[in-house]
T-cell receptor, first 113, second 114 residues
Framework: KAGVTQTPRYLIKTRGQQVTLSCSPI?????VSWYQQTPGQGLQFLFE???????NKGNFPGRFSGRQFSNSRSEMNVSTLELGDSALYLC????????????FGQGTRLTVV | DQQVKQNSPSLSVQEGRISILNCDYT??????FLWYKKYPAEGPTFLIS?????DKNEDGRFTVFLNKSAKHLSLHIVPSQPGDSAVYFC?????????????FGQGTILTVHP
């Protein structure tokens, strides 16, 4: 079974631009969550989608948004990028009923210059 | 408000000995606790979890202990191997439909010396 796939792996953007990151969950997994990892703040929850609906949301500004498609693939978007948005963005998928261990992708390293 | 805390930023252990990683939490609504291992520039890898109704869970060299009254959990790795060197994160999940919402600690860097 293929794991969680995130694209692209690396991205460099300029302050003020917007960016879209993509995540393909493990086949059959319907829950997709996004996390931001920075050296200062650690791993922080952004939002979770289940069956195309946002089910949970973390404490991030409205510039961070996401969506999930009918095939469970998910995208997250960050608009008006700031230098502080530079981070490793991680996507995780899970399937209710199989245990709480979420499976993570390798992440997208976003650098804002 | 940091609901999950790993107070030791780093731990150094000799190969073959026991590694004990600690984690404290404050939210009584957490119903599952998980440990992840992470290498730089990679996603976390799930290691082991424990339900809040249990006090111990074992999987090979990894054992997690939960002390609900103290709101404390620990991960024991026996015996430790150099390949275990990584950052270890403790995470917790509140009940209900929050399958994908995990609250993470800050991580502990484990170094296992040959």
């Amino acid at each position: 079974k293929a794991g969680v796939t995130q694209t692209p792996r690396y991205l460099i953007k300029t302050r003020g631009q917007q960016v879209t990151l993509s995540c393909s969950p493990i086949s059959g997994h319907r829950s997709v969550s996004w996390y931001q990892q920075t050296p200062g703040q650690g791993l922080q929850f952004l939002f979770e989608y289940f069956s195309e609906t946002q089910r949970n949301k973390g404490n991030f500004p409205g510039r961070f948004s996401g969506r999930q498609f009918s095939n469970s693939r998910s995208e997250m978007n960050v608009s008006t990028l700031e230098l502080g948005d530079s981070a490793l963005y991680l996507c995780a998928s899970s399937f209710p009923g199989t245990g709480p261990g979420a499976f993570f992708g390798q992440g997208t390293r976003l650098t804002v210059v | 408000d940091q609901q999950v805390k790993q107070n030791s930023p780093s731990l150094s252990v000799q190969e073959g000995r026991i590694s004990i990683l600690n984690c404290d939490y404050t939210n009584s609504m957490f119903d599952y606790f998980l440990w992840y291992k992470k290498y730089p520039a990679e996603g976390p890898t799930f290691l082991i979890s424990i339900s809040s109704i249990k006090d111990k869970n074992e999987d090979g060299r990894f054992t997690v202990f939960l002390n609900k009254s103290a709101k404390h959990l620990s991960l024991h790795i026996v015996p430790s191997q150099p390949g275990d060197s990584a950052v270890y994160f403790c995470a917790a999940r509140a009940g209900g439909t929050s399958y994908g919402k995990l609250t993470f600690g800050q991580g502990t860097i484990l170094t296992v010396h040959p």
